[in-house]
């Protein structure tokens, strides 16, 4: 019996932790599609869903891959691109308790140190900072301004390469503004967020 116990109580621990990440990363719900090319009209959709009296508040989120390299680097990496509104996102998820600078406020999330003309970005904690033996994370003062080149690539709906596309490779340098700790190893480790 007291096995039973222990397991019940472990388990039970960790499916309600795994849970709260979850929900923390997602939110509630998420309405999607499986093709790379989203759905139209979504800004409509979420104002239709808005004044509904069962939801609270919506957030658009592009999802995409590209390959992220700091700028003068050879060595890049090829990661998850989510594109959101920080402030719309972390009132559907719990994205704002995830950043270590700008964690009382989600709308300078991607304000970089510096210059905040600047577009900046956020990436998971695991591709950024390293941790010691304990498994804590050294942190600056404040985020260093550095320059990340994000190159996407024009994919087909089922998400291969356009052949017929590929002269329209796009880069663009955004600066590093925060980490995001989401407590989601995949997620901490292969994705960074962009405005």
Same mark, same amino acid.
């Given at each position: 019996?007291?096995?039973v ?15 709260? *990440?979850?929900?923390?990363?997602t ?6 599609? /499986? ?15 808005? #004044? ?7 957030? @658009?989120?592009? *999802? ?6 700091a /700028? ?7 990661? /998850?691109?989510?594109?959101? &509104?920080? !402030? ?16 009382? &406020?989600a709308?300078? @999330? ?7 003309? *600047?577009?900046?970005? !956020?990436?998971g ?8 033996? #304990? ?9 260093? @301004? ?11 709906? *089922?998400?291969?390469?356009? #052949? ?20 989601? @190893?995949?997620? &901490?480790?292969? !994705?960074?967020?962009?405005?």
């Amino acid at each position: 019996m007291f096995v039973v116990v222990v397991v019940m109580t472990v388990m039970t621990g960790l499916v309600g932790d795994f849970k709260k *990440k979850n929900h923390n990363f997602t939110g509630d719900c998420v309405v999607g599609t /499986e093709s790379l090319v989203g759905f139209a009209y979504y800004d409509d959709f979420i104002r239709l869903l808005e #004044k509904t009296d069962f939801v609270e508040q919506a957030s @658009a989120v592009i *999802k995409s891959y590209a390959l992220v390299n700091a /700028e003068g680097s050879q060595n890049g990496a090829g990661l /998850e691109v989510i594109g959101i &509104d920080a !402030v719309q996102y972390s009132g559907v998820t719990g994205f704002a308790r995830t950043l270590h600078y700008h964690k009382d &406020d989600a709308a300078e @999330a991607f304000v970089p140190t510096g210059d905040g003309n *600047k577009p900046g970005c !956020v990436v998971g904690i695991d591709m950024w900072f390293q941790r010691n033996s #304990k498994g804590e994370y050294f942190y600056s003062s404040r985020p260093a @301004a550095t320059a990340i080149v994000v190159t996407c690539f024009p994919l087909t709906a *089922k998400g291969a390469l356009a #052949k017929a596309g590929t002269g329209l490779v796009n880069s663009k340098t955004f600066y590093f503004s925060d980490a995001a700790q989401s407590g989601l @190893a995949r997620v &901490d480790g292969s !994705v960074i967020y962009i405005p």
